[in-house]
């Protein structure tokens, strides 16, 4: 594994491997976790949808991982969410719960983003309560993002609403791309996370990976390109197929 700064904030590792990435991530996700539980006495971490995080989501339940962690102190979160009942397919929360539903997480600690409710903007509005009420001050320890081919991440789509909001923790996003509402943490929540963790692997995301991390010219098309301007640091952890336009 190779570890290459871009800036104060944000730093690359590139990995010979998914399987890899997910151990090194899977290492980070737990050391963050305890420095966050000494520290303020919980760990507030919000996951991120799509395939890429599934195998860090099965090595966090290794017991040489998920015995590192007081998993009774840690509140999960999500950044993005489709408008789907739970149990859908296409649900983060469902993808996710398909490895945290029983150990080690704590009923009472896992905040879904949407379950169902009929007015999204008041969706938003509750779970940026709920933020507010369960992060030490107000922030994430740690935000788990991917990266679309395209340059999303979360659910901030290119020349999207959400991406305008500059005095909100959570929004609605309507993704014309996909002719849907999503639900999504913002900039402003996002980029005031403590630590964020980025997985992207593979040759097709080599591309936009170049545009996100050597430019930072216009964010409203590759939208990842505003992830590390807050107070956090920043880690990518790409393969090298996924690093192969960065020349580095
Ligand atoms: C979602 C995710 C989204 C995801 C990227 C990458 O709801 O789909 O939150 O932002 O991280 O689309 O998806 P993959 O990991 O499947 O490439």
Redo the contacts with the bound molecule.
């Keep these: 594994m190779q570890l290459f700064p871009i800036d104060e904030k944000r730093e690359i590792a590139i990995v010979d491997s998914e399987e890899n990435g997910a151990i090194f991530a899977a290492i980070r996700f737990i050391s963050i976790g305890q420095k966050a539980i000494s520290r303020h006495k919980s760990f507030s971490v919000a996951l991120?949808?799509?395939?890429?995080?599934k195998k860090l989501y099965e090595k966090l339940l290794l017991p040489q991982y998920a015995n590192g962690l007081n998993w009774s102190q840690t509140k999960v979160f999500w950044?993005?969410?489709?408008i789907v009942p739970l149990d859908d397919p296409e649900s983060?929360y469902g993808m996710a719960m398909r490895y945290f539903s029983k150990e080690p997480l704590d009923e009472s600690k896992k905040f879904p983003m949407y379950s169902n409710e009929k007015e999204l903007v008041q969706a938003a509005a509750n779970y940026e309560k709920l933020i507010k009420k369960q992060c030490f001050e107000e922030r994430f320890d740690l935000m788990l993002?991917?990266?679309?081919d395209d340059g999303?991440?979360?659910?901030l789509f290119p020349h999207t609403e959400a991406l305008k909001i500059e005095n909100a923790l959570a929004a609605p996003n309507y993704v014309e791309q996909k002719k849907c509402w999503?639900l999504t943490l913002t900039y402003p929540c996002i980029n005031n996370a403590r630590n964020t963790i980025v997985?992207a692997y593979g040759a097709a995301k080599a591309h936009v990976l170049k545009k996100i991390l050597l430019e930072n010219d216009d964010p409203d098309t590759y939208p990842a390109q505003k992830i590390g301007r807050g107070k956090g640091t920043v880690l990518f952890i790409i393969d090298k197929a996924a690093a192969a336009e960065l020349s580095l």
């Design positions: 991120s949808g799509g395939s890429t995080p950044s993005d969410e489709r983060n993002l991917g990266i679309g999303h991440t979360a659910s999503r997985l």
